[in-house]
């Protein structure tokens, strides 16, 4: 269908409606950034630390098993460290420490002498991890304690995930499926107006239809993840193309 022929009920509203359709967008708007905060504020904090984290958008949806922040050290899969210079036997005697029943004992243990715990992280880790280096120092249990132990991130139960798609389909359904439907009404090309229905169609789908598969298919965790990236995305290619259509001067041809 060509725009020309496209029938267009936002072009030509009187000034009124133009600001009350600008009004009822900025409400989108804003119900779009306050779902991506809620996601942060929810789940910000699954893991332990501050700020939303891979891990945590996995452990809403699937078991996920994050390892002590020492022995992704030592395994070089903790984020931001650099890999750790360790003789095999060095590396041996933490990971035989990391393993122990008796942690706090074993730290600085003299029957160790060199490959005790302590002894390890002052050789290898001092340059950073001191009294007045740029990480926390390791001059004692204390200041290892909190570094030693795993998390293990649940999801909610399967019945209350049902709930929640109870109330978040028929919601995210019909604020995705009106704004993107009224992109199809304004000036634009056939592709470029469509766009917006297809990326929060396959969105929608691709999301809430992963919701509960996930648990059991960590695969799906990323599908969640591109899903509501594409519904996310066709929200807003559909406010930018009404807005236009609302604000910009008709075409001379329908003037």
């Known amino acids: 269908m060509d725009p020309s022929t496209t029938i267009r009920p936002l072009a030509g509203l009187p000034l009124l409606a133009r600001l009350g ?42 078991t996920t098993t994050i390892p002590s922040p020492m022995l992704a050290a030592l395994e070089g899969t903790l984020e931001g460290h650099p890999p750790l ?15 122990s029943e008796r ?21 290898r880790c001092s340059d950073c991890h001191a009294k007045d280096g740029s990480a926390a120092a390791f001059g004692d249990f204390a200041d290892v304690k909190g570094l030693l132990a795993g998390k293990r991130l649940e999801p909610p139960p399967p019945e209350v995930r049902w709930t929640s798609l109870h109330t978040h389909a028929p919601g995210m359904v019909g604020f995705g499926l009106l704004l993107t439907f009224l992109a199809l009404f304004t000036r634009f090309g056939p592709r470029l107006r469509s766009l917006p229905i297809a990326l929060g169609g396959i969105g929608i789908a691709l999301d809430l239809g992963s919701w509960i598969p996930a648990r059991d298919t960590a695969v799906l965790v990323n599908g969640i993840v591109a899903g509501g990236a594409l519904y996310t995305a066709g929200c807003l290619l559909a406010v930018l193309l009404v807005l236009l259509e609302v604000w910009l001067p008709r075409p001379a041809a329908e003037a």
């Open 85 to 99: 210079e360790l003789a095999d036997d060095q590396r041996a005697a933490l990971l035989a420490w990391l393993e």
């Open 21 to 62: 359709v600008t009004g009822f967008l900025a409400i989108a708007l804003l119900g779009i950034w306050a779902s991506v905060r809620q996601i942060e504020i929810h789940h910000g904090k699954s893991d332990g630390e501050p700020g939303l984290s891979a891990a945590d958008v996995r452990g809403a949806y699937h």
């Open 103 to 123: 942690p706090a004992q074993d730290f600085d243990d003299i029957d160790l002498d060199l490959l005790a715990p302590v002894e390890i992280l002052a050789e």
